[in-house]
Structures are given as C-alpha cells and as structure tokens.
C-alpha cells in the first residue's frame, strides 16, 4: 500500500471531499469537477451506506489522483483492513469513539487516518492531541447519527483548538454557506455531503459544480496544509 504522505503547507485554496457517494456515475462526475477525495460510507444505519461491491466499482471508476475515503464507525482494526484491500480505498475515517491505539495501528499499515472530533459530544476536539492521526475532521456532532447531519454549528473556535493538525472542516455545509466558513475558519480541507444532494446518498452535480465554485473563490492565496497529496 502506499505511504501517505502530508505536512506540507503551500498557499492555495482548501481541498474539497465529497462525502457519501453510492453511484459511479456520480463519483465520477465528482472527480472531473476537480475535488481531492471522495467518501464511502461503511455505516449500515446510514442512508449512505455502500456494500463492498458498491464501494469497489466506484473507486475502480475514478482516476488514481482521487483520494478515496473509506468512514468507519466503531470498527475493528481487521473488518476495516478488509475493506481497505478489498476496495483499494486510499485512506480512513474514524468517525466513532475509536482508540488511539486503533489509529496508531492503521498508520502502522501505511493508511492515512483520519479521526473525526465534535464540538458537542466525545471524543471532542480538545481531545485531537492524544490521537496522532493524519489529520481531523471537526464537526458539530449535535444529530442523531454520526455525521454532520446537515446541521451548522459554531465554526469559528475550530483552528484556534487544532493550531497547526491537518483540519478538514465538516457540518452544515453548503453552495451558500462555505466561503464565509472558509474566510471565518481557514481550514485545510472541507468535507460536504448533504449540503450538496438531491435526496440522501444521491449527488446533484449542480450543487457539487457551485460548491466548488464557491471554495475555489475563497481565500485562494491562503498558506494550508495538503491533507490529498
């Protein structure tokens, strides 16, 4: 598998991942916008979950520079390992109550991890040092299932917590919402899944098309770190 490779800061607008994607033909649409990574959803309770086979042929359709982002809930070390070789996926999201010590051993494999943290529940974003992982992604965590479930929260205290982690920004976002966000925030990434759907699981290119317009306009010469490289 190849080493993930981050830490590097260069000046140029935040990455975009699109979470939550079920079809090919949307992923792919995905990919030829231009966003860094997209996201399958291994959560059965989700209306984004994705099967194996799903989740195979969707990364089997998108071009090698696509970051793929397999989201894991409370798993064991070895039903995600199984995942992220059966379907090629290039990095993981712990969006549970993992341990550190599940982080550090799916680094050990060479996986680019990603731990997620809320403002609003455990394990919170305070808590990020004692993790090590790649990067975080920050959201609100006030809904009912893990996710942002399209809730806004209180961006604005995120980078002063993180200091110089990786951040992907996540929680509420939208066409119309991000750029402020961005300017607000000045994240390393952001992460969108319903802000920018026809229905649950389902991607409208469209919304997809003026997101990216949206965080491409924001802050285009601002110094952030490379989480997809």
């Known amino acids: 598998m190849m080493k993930p490779s981050i830490g590097m800061r260069v000046g140029h607008g935040p990455q975009v991942k699109v979470c939550g994607l079920t079809v090919v033909e949307e992923a792919v649409a995905c990919a030829e916008l231009g966003v860094d990574a997209l996201g399958l959803v291994f959560y059965p309770p989700s209306p984004r979950f994705v099967s194996d086979q799903t989740a195979a042929s969707i990364v089997a359709g998108l071009p090698e520079r696509i970051w793929t982002v397999g989201v894991f809930v409370n798993e064991s070390f070895s039903a995600?390992?199984?995942?992220?070789?059966?379907?090629?996926?290039?990095?993981?999201?712990?969006?549970?109550?993992?341990?550190?010590?599940?982080?550090?051993?799916?680094?050990?494999?060479?996986?680019?991890?990603?731990?997620?943290?809320?403002?609003?529940?455990?394990?919170?974003?305070?808590?990020?040092?004692?993790?090590?992982?790649?990067?975080?992604?920050?959201?609100?965590?006030?809904?009912?299932?893990?996710?942002?479930?399209?809730?806004?929260?209180?961006?604005?205290?995120?980078?002063?917590?993180?200091g110089e982690a990786g951040c992907i920004l996540a929680g509420g976002l939208d066409p119309g919402n991000v750029a402020p966000v961005i300017e607000a925030v000045s994240p390393d990434a952001v992460d969108v899944s319903s802000g920018v759907e026809s229905r649950p699981g389902r991607k409208d290119i469209v919304k997809v098309t003026e997101f990216m317009k949206a965080v491409r306009g924001a802050m285009p010469g601002c110094e952030r770190e490379r989480i997809f490289k």
């Open 80 to 162: 995600i390992m199984q995942r992220v070789e059966k379907c090629r996926i290039r990095a993981v999201q712990l969006h549970g109550a993992e341990s550190p010590d599940l982080v550090a051993a799916l680094m050990r494999e060479g996986v680019l991890v990603i731990k997620s943290l809320f403002q609003n529940r455990r394990p919170n974003i305070a808590e990020f040092s004692s993790y090590g992982a790649s990067a975080y992604l920050v959201e609100g965590g006030g809904g009912a299932l893990p996710g942002g479930n399209a809730l806004t929260w209180n961006w604005s205290s995120v980078r002063e917590s993180l």
